[in-house]
């Protein structure tokens, strides 16, 4: 007697079926894995386009089965908002990290916010520059160390991290603003009900939507990936506290 077995969990179709090339324990695997969740679930994979820009966010063309444009380092926003200009009904999202978004991306980020530009942005903060070596990054954590600050982020000199979050649903053009993280299954699943929310927002065109969800860089913090995993919530949430910082839709 032959039982067949039902197949209850899959890749997204989003996704494309290749081996991840990211450091062991890289929470970019599983926010990817959201992320095209959210595109399968509105069925846009053929009509989303992606932009990504420098850092380990580079490679989303090589996982996303979507239409994907490259930036330059930090101009993510303003390509996707170019991207949407030209075409007003196709889902638009960017997919950036920490040393991008919130350095050199500064500038793009806040004013395409600020004119609700109707994209969706994810943002990956893992306290750190991933790709090019670890350096002390927008949302290094105090006394966090890091390649170029060997002795640990000194606040008084260096200035306290960014919250981008926060920073961001005091514009009035965001309509969705929340930070979420992935390091137990409990925030993965509200995680991914946050990337659904940002791009239903996106795919009604009804304004800027912006998710941060906080990550590990195993690799660059010199730690393995369980302690790494683990000091998401012992050291990062309490300083990025997870939440729902705007909402349009429930005021």
Request: with cysteine.
């Amino acid at each position: 007697m032959t039982t067949e077995m039902k197949k209850v969990f899959s890749r997204p179709e989003s996704l494309k079926d290749v081996q991840t090339h990211f450091c062991p324990g890289c929470h970019h695997g599983t926010i990817h894995r959201l992320v095209a969740d959210a595109m399968d679930f509105f069925g846009i994979k053929d009509q989303t386009i992606g932009v990504a820009s420098v850092g380990c966010s580079v490679f989303l063309y090589g996982y996303f089965d979507i239409d994907v444009i490259e930036a330059p380092h930090g101009r993510a926003p303003a390509v996707a908002t170019g991207a949407k200009r030209v075409h007003p009904k196709r889902p638009v999202f960017s997919y950036q990290g920490d040393g991008d978004l919130a350095a050199i991306g500064t500038s793009e980020i806040i004013h395409t916010a600020n004119r609700g530009e109707p994209i969706t942005v994810i943002f990956v903060n893992n306290t750190t520059y991933g790709m090019t070596g670890g350096q002390m990054a927008p949302t290094t954590l105090p006394s966090q160390k890091t390649t170029t600050s060997p002795a640990g982020r000194n606040v008084a000199k260096d200035g306290y991290p960014l919250k981008m979050a926060e920073l961001l649903s005091n514009l009035e053009g965001v309509a969705y603003s929340v930070r979420v993280a992935v390091d137990t299954p409990k925030h993965a699943i509200q995680a991914g009900k946050a990337i659904r929310k940002a791009f239903e927002t996106s795919v009604k065109n009804n304004g800027f939507a912006f998710v941060e969800v906080l990550a590990s860089c195993p690799t660059n913090w010199g730690m393995n990936p369980l302690a790494a995993n683990e000091r998401v919530g012992s050291e990062m949430i309490p300083y990025f506290p997870l939440g729902v910082y705007k909402d349009c839709d429930q005021k």
